[in-house]
């Protein structure tokens, strides 16, 4: 039997959310703000918080309703079968989200304190003990969302954000989250059957997140037990979910079908990024090289060329006319060296981008940490010629 759920995602990578849903077998997947709603089955279910790489929280869903006052929510949470959730010892937490704004909207703690009352009543009903608030560590979090009138309660399944794959370590200023990563690369197209390369990759969390969908690995196989929020269910299924493990383990390549490339300037990026992808076990798959983008070679004939590119907030103030400098070399490499290759570069909104010179194909908005950025997607097209900053 389906259960619905939403998958949390940025509002920038949306589309990439839902096309990794689909691929992955989910119905009815429909994109609202932020979220991408989606039926399973519960073994659906399972492999899918192994398996997505693009979301960061997925909830399901327990109860859908009107909603007009606040009396009417802890109507509407009296009605949640609450004990397919909760065990004896489960600690919990609601959380209230408030889409409506205004002087007569409620806040989000009004509409928690209201989901918690029902809740209560539920367990007064069926003379079981009020399980126990925990702000801190709860093992069954609760969101309430209300917006005109229409309540959502979900429970979060997903439990710890599910971009903490748990391979990156520290060692770089300015990382770009993995979730955000998998979101650039669905985006650019990357599919990987494409020879990949991050010719700045920093920390190396693209060309990890690339070797994921090129290995067709799990990202978030090697999660520690009992961090799944779905795993502090009553009704959770431990046989069930080992021969999902077991599935998603087996199903995995054991080579990647292109290859797979990553450089940065820095020695030290080199080494932190390959710790990091031998902490994602997928180090063996990548060729890490240290040196200037400007200065080495493609490492292929044709692929995708994919980086997060410095800008000003990222790095620190930088000179404009550096900054200039630098956009005219990239177009000029990207030229001179990566005829045949497509490129998605990730910029800052207010970077001088257009001196690379290339007229970008599709310019996407994204939202990295607050950052506003473009993601500009390129085709490089073989003795086409040339000229000038994009107008």
């Not at 770009?176 to 197209?189: C, D």
Request: glycine residues 10%; proline residues 5%; positive net charge.
């Amino acid at each position: 039997m389906n259960a619905s759920y939403i998958a949390i995602c940025s509002q920038d990578i949306i589309d990439a959310t839902a096309q990794e849903l689909e691929s992955h077998g989910a119905s009815k997947v429909e994109k609202g703000y932020k979220a991408v709603y989606f039926e399973a089955d519960q073994e659906l279910a399972y492999r899918l918080h192994l398996m997505l790489q693009t979301p960061s929280r997925i909830l399901e869903v327990v109860r859908r309703g009107g909603a007009g006052s606040l009396a009417v929510v802890t109507n509407q949470a009296r009605k949640v079968k609450w004990e397919e959730y909760f065990r004896p010892d489960s600690t919990y937490l609601v959380e209230g989200v408030a889409g409506d704004r205004g002087p007569n909207a409620p806040t989000g703690t009004l509409i928690s304190k209201a989901v918690r009352l029902g809740l209560e009543d539920a367990f007064r009903k069926m003379e079981r003990p009020l399980p126990t608030v925990d702000l801190k560590e709860p093992k069954i979090k609760v969101v309430a969302f209300l917006l005109g009138g229409e309540l959502t309660i979900s429970v979060d399944s997903s439990g710890k954000s599910m971009h903490k794959r748990g391979y990156r370590g520290e060692g770089h200023p300015a990382p770009i989250k993995e979730n955000l990563a998998a979101g650039l690369l669905r985006l650019a197209g990357f599919d990987g059957t494409q020879n990949l390369y991050d010719p700045m990759c920093g920390s190396g969390t693209i060309a990890i997140e690339g070797a994921f969908m090129a290995l067709e690995k799990a990202p978030l196989i090697h999660r520690k037990k009992g961090q799944f929020g779905f795993e502090n269910f009553a009704k959770f299924d431990a046989q069930l979910w080992r021969k999902v493990q077991d599935a998603c383990r087996a199903e995995r390549l054991t080579e990647p079908k292109a290859g797979l490339f990553a450089s940065d300037i820095s020695r030290n990026y080199i080494d932190a990024a390959r710790e990091n992808a031998l902490r994602a076990r997928v180090e063996k798959y990548i060729q890490f090289r240290s040196g200037s983008f400007f200065d080495l070679k493609a490492p292929a004939e044709t692929g995708l060329l994919i980086s997060n590119f410095p800008y000003g907030e990222r790095i620190g103030k930088r000179d404009e006319e550096e900054l200039i400098n630098f956009y005219k070399k990239v177009g000029d490499t990207l030229k001179q060296k990566y005829a045949g290759w497509t490129a998605a570069l990730l910029v800052g909104e207010d970077t001088p981008y257009k001196f690379i010179g290339l007229r970008p194909r599709r310019k996407i908005p994204i939202d990295n940490g607050g950052i506003p950025c473009r993601l500009l997607l390129f085709s490089l097209y073989a003795g086409k010629k040339y000229s000038g900053p994009e107008e």
